[in-house]
C-alpha cells in the first residue's frame, strides 16, 4: 500500500495584501481571513469552554480536495484559549468552511457585510453604545480595546478607529512543500553493515545484566520520541505536517487516541486524520511566560472524511491535544536554550 503524501508547512513573513481572504491565504496569528462571512461561528462556538474568555485565532490552512466540487475551495481554521491555565485540558478548536468553483463574473467569495470583532476578527454584534462604529463579540474584547485605545477614538468623526492588537498571535504565512521521501535501507545498506561489525563488538564486551540494564531504560515513551526527533531532523522548523488521511506524527506513546476516541462527523461519516500543528510553532507565537504557559506537544486535527458541506455553515471538526511528558519537555527546552545561544 503507497503511503500517503505528507506537507510540510513553514512561517514566512508576508505582505498583508497576500493575506486576505481573497487570496485564500494559509497563515498563522493575526484575524482570520474568512473564506466566507456568511454562516460564521457563533460566540459561544468559539468560546472556552473553562474559562468562558473567547479564544483567539491560531492558524488556517487552505485544503481544497481535488474532485469534489463543493470542496473547491475549502479552508480549516484553528482557535485557542490565550489563558495558560486552560491548556491542562483539552479545548482548541477547528472549524471549517467550503465553497464551490464560481463563475468568472462572480466574486471568489461571499462578502456579506458580517460584523466582526474589531479585537479578533471573529463574529461581532456588540457595538460600542455611544460611536455604534465599533463592534466586538462581547465586552470582554470591548473593554480591552476600550483601555488599549478606543477611549480616545471614541465619539471623534474624524478618528480612525484601531482594531487592537493585544491578544492575537503574530501574523505569518504559512507556505508548504512536500516532504522528502526518507532513504531506502538498502541505500545505508553498506554503512549499517560496518555499523554492526562495530556495534557487535561493543556488544561482545557488555556483560548480558548490562545489556537487560540499557533495555530497560529505553522504554517505549524514549523510542517514540526520538522517533519524532528524526523525522523532523530533515527540517527542524516545520510547524505544520498535512496528511489527510495520513498517520500523525505522535511526540509520545502516551495519550494516543483510539478509534473510539475520534468522534464522528455529525453528519455521520468517520473523522480521519487531516493534519497536525508541530511544538516548533509555540517558539514563534511569543507565549512563553513563567510557570504556565500555552503549550502543547503536538495537535492532530480530524474531520469528516467525506468533507460535508452543513448548508453554507462553518462546521466543528476535532482537536486532539497530546503534551511531551515530563522528561521531554526538559529535554525539548534544554534543546531551544542551546539553539538560542
Same mark, same amino acid.
Given at each position: 500500500?503507497?503511503?500517503?503524501?505528507?506537507?510540510?508547512?513553514?512561517?514566512?513573513?508576508?505582505?498583508?495584501?497576500?493575506?486576505?481572504?481573497?487570496?485564500?491565504?494559509?497563515?498563522?496569528?493575526?484575524?482570520?481571513?474568512?473564506? +466566507?462571512?456568511?454562516?460564521?461561528?457563533?460566540?459561544?462556538?468559539?468560546?472556552?469552554?473553562?474559562?468562558?474568555?473567547?479564544?483567539?485565532?491560531?492558524?488556517?490552512?487552505?485544503?481544497?480536495?481535488?474532485?469534489?466540487?463543493?470542496?473547491?475551495?475549502?479552508?480549516?481554521?484553528?482557535?485557542?484559549?490565550?489563558?495558560?491555565?486552560?491548556?491542562?485540558?483539552?479545548?482548541?478548536?477547528?472549524?471549517?468552511?467550503?465553497?464551490?468553483?464560481?463563475?468568472?463574473?462572480?466574486? &471568489?467569495?461571499?462578502?456579506?457585510?458580517?460584523?466582526?470583532?474589531?479585537?479578533?476578527?471573529?463574529?461581532?454584534?456588540?457595538?460600542?453604545?455611544?460611536?455604534?462604529?465599533?463592534?466586538?463579540?462581547?465586552?470582554?474584547?470591548?473593554?480591552?480595546?476600550?483601555?488599549?485605545?478606543?477611549?480616545?477614538?471614541?465619539?471623534?468623526?474624524?478618528?480612525?478607529?484601531?482594531?487592537?492588537?493585544?491578544?492575537?498571535?503574530?501574523?505569518?504565512?504559512?507556505?508548504?512543500?512536500?516532504?522528502?521521501?526518507?532513504?531506502?535501507?538498502?541505500?545505508?545498506?553498506?554503512?549499517?553493515?560496518?555499523?554492526?561489525?562495530?556495534?557487535?563488538?561493543?556488544?561482545?564486551?557488555?556483560?548480558?545484566?548490562?545489556?537487560?540494564?540499557?533495555?530497560?531504560?529505553?522504554?517505549?515513551?524514549?523510542?517514540?520520541?526520538?522517533?519524532?526527533?528524526?523525522?523532523?531532523?530533515?527540517?527542524?522548523?516545520?510547524?505544520?505536517?498535512?496528511?489527510?488521511?495520513?498517520?500523525?506524527?505522535?511526540?509520545?506513546?502516551?495519550?494516543?487516541?483510539?478509534?473510539?476516541?475520534?468522534?464522528?462527523?455529525?453528519?455521520? *461519516?468517520?473523522?480521519?486524520?487531516?493534519?497536525?500543528?508541530? &511544538?516548533?510553532?509555540?517558539?514563534?507565537?511569543?507565549?512563553?511566560?513563567?510557570?504556565?504557559?500555552?503549550?502543547?506537544?503536538?495537535? *492532530?486535527?480530524?474531520?469528516?472524511?467525506? +468533507?460535508?458541506?452543513?448548508?453554507?455553515?462553518? +462546521?466543528?471538526?476535532?482537536?486532539?491535544?497530546?503534551?511531551?511528558?515530563?522528561?521531554?519537555?526538559?529535554?525539548?527546552?534544554?534543546?531551544?536554550?542551546?539553539?538560542?545561544?
Amino acid at each position: 500500500m503507497s503511503s500517503v503524501e505528507v506537507v510540510l508547512g513553514f512561517l514566512e513573513e508576508a505582505e498583508s495584501w497576500r493575506l486576505r481572504s481573497q487570496q485564500f491565504p494559509s497563515k498563522v496569528g493575526g484575524k482570520p481571513a474568512w473564506l +466566507s462571512q456568511r454562516g460564521l461561528p457563533s460566540v459561544p462556538g468559539i468560546q472556552c469552554e473553562k474559562c468562558g474568555l473567547p479564544m483567539v485565532f491560531l492558524l488556517q490552512v487552505y485544503a481544497p480536495i481535488s474532485g469534489q466540487d463543493r470542496s473547491f475551495h475549502r479552508t480549516l481554521f484553528m482557535f485557542c484559549c490565550r489563558t495558560p491555565e486552560c491548556y491542562t485540558q483539552n479545548d482548541s478548536r477547528c472549524v471549517k468552511e467550503e465553497q464551490p468553483p464560481s463563475s468568472s463574473e462572480e466574486e &471568489p467569495m461571499s462578502i456579506s457585510g458580517a460584523k466582526l470583532c474589531l479585537v479578533c476578527g471573529c463574529p461581532g454584534n456588540k457595538a460600542c453604545s455611544r460611536c455604534h462604529r465599533a463592534t466586538y463579540c462581547g465586552k470582554h474584547h470591548q473593554t480591552l480595546h476600550w483601555k488599549h485605545s478606543h477611549k480616545r477614538e471614541c465619539g471623534s468623526q474624524d478618528a480612525v478607529i484601531v482594531a487592537s492588537t493585544l491578544l492575537l498571535f503574530p501574523e505569518s504565512e504559512l507556505i508548504t512543500e512536500p516532504e522528502e521521501e526518507e532513504k531506502d535501507e538498502a541505500e545505508d545498506e553498506d554503512d549499517v553493515t560496518k555499523e554492526s561489525v562495530v556495534a557487535s563488538s561493543v556488544t561482545d564486551a557488555l556483560a548480558e545484566s548490562e545489556l537487560e540494564e540499557m533495555a530497560m531504560h529505553e522504554t517505549e515513551d524514549t523510542k517514540v520520541f526520538q522517533s519524532f526527533k528524526k523525522k523532523i531532523a530533515a527540517e527542524p522548523q516545520q510547524v505544520v505536517r498535512y496528511s489527510r488521511g495520513g498517520f500523525p506524527l505522535w511526540v509520545s506513546s502516551q495519550h494516543v487516541p483510539s478509534d473510539q476516541d475520534i468522534p464522528a462527523c455529525t453528519c455521520g *461519516a468517520k473523522r480521519i486524520f487531516e493534519f497536525q500543528v508541530m &511544538p516548533q510553532l509555540l517558539n514563534s507565537l511569543c507565549v512563553d511566560s513563567t510557570g504556565a504557559s500555552v503549550d502543547w506537544g503536538t495537535l *492532530a486535527v480530524y474531520t469528516c472524511s467525506v +468533507s460535508c458541506n452543513q448548508e453554507e455553515e462553518y +462546521s466543528s471538526e476535532f482537536i486532539w491535544k497530546q503534551d511531551f511528558s515530563s522528561d521531554q519537555h526538559s529535554h525539548t527546552e534544554h534543546t531551544e536554550e542551546e539553539e538560542s545561544v
